[in-house]
């Protein structure tokens, strides 16, 4: 083990106007500083040491990878609005200018894609549950209220309007009775996923405040509990040299000692990812406890857009003891236009990537998009009745019969997202639009 890797343990956030004092920020050529400043402004910017340090590397900038992963980038925000912004600081404007300017653009940008607010909040005994989201039958989400934050920002985040500081954008809760009831009410639900944010950003005592209820007798239909996190790829120290690194990991064995399945759901996005000591480490400390870890990740252009990035992650997951899980489609929003890949080149990275593994890597299914009905495996394309057409399938849905029945869209070489897509064979409706 590299020791002098794991000195490096006190975790530091860089936010903002705190990137100006990391030794690497002169590395980063001056338009591209700029656009650090500008496009900050909009979506939110958070690095750390260990990004910055162990991750970045800094003689490839700015095409490297984990780079672009969390540093604004120029192309994030359309010519008109970064020049609009650029101009206001260049100008020296007042900052409820430059505000104003960043809360129009910021509205333009689809924060809230597949209904988020307003279709999968449920309703018990007559008022929405605040925290969490019911959408597919057997799972619940739940946004514990101090897991908001992540150790870093993805770039490309869906979730970016909860980092912004506006209250109306973001879901969150404690593990309170009334959602622990509404659990008990529902025997139907097997799975509950804690997501965010990053309920990785929690200390052991925050996270047990939100696992140990979900650990009482009442709730035997749980089967599953599942943690979204990126804080194996932001933060490993988290399960090895944190002051309370060896609680948490008691707090999985209890989970799993409680019958239940620990699902670990490590968002991965790039094989740079798992090159670290540090990360083996903390992959091996958290298999110990009989937790799982399954990985997925979007697939995002100037980021993992090359089969042998997946091919790569995939293969070294496997070696790791993780599971290959899902492979996402980029959601409509926020700077979806630097990001976003056509569908037919999703699913061509998907399947290069795919048979260049191993059956045990194989488990993963994509390319995948979470859509308003349901999430959307882009399976292929076929010529049928002599239309090329786009073959589509439920891997979840909001009625849980529209799974696995294959639907057709019309084939379209452009489309990036669900929305884009057109009924094949000259009818005006899908067939769940019922
Ligand atoms: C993806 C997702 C789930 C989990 O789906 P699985 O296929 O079981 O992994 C649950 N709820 C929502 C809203 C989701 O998007
Ligand atoms: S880890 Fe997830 S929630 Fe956090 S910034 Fe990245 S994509 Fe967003």
Redesign the pocket.
Known sequence: MNNEQFRLKKYKPIIGGKVREISQWEKIPADAREAVNVVSLVFPFRTNNYVVRELIDWENIPEDPIYQLTFPQRGMLGEDNFNAIRDLLRAGADKSEVDECVSRIRSELNPHP?G?LSH?VPIYHGTPLEGI????R????FFPSRGQTCHAYCSYCFRWPQFIGKTQYKFKAKMSSRIVRYLKSDTGIR?V?MTGGDPMVMNSRGLSSCLEPLLDESLEHLRTI?IGTKSLAYWPYKYVTEPDADEVIRLFEKVVKSGRHLAI?AHFSHPAELKTDIVKEAIRRIRNTGAEIRM?APLIRHINDKAENWRDLWTEGVRLGMVP??MFIERDTGAREYFEIPLIRAHQIFTEAYKSVSGLARTV?GP?M?AFP??VLVSGTAEIAGEKVFVLQF??ARDPDWVGRPFFARFDPSACWFDALRPAFGEDKFFFED
């Open positions: 597949a988020q999968n989201q019911h959408k597919y057997e799972t619940v989400l799975d996923l599942r759901m997925q899980y899902y299914r995948s979470s349901g999430k891997l979840q």
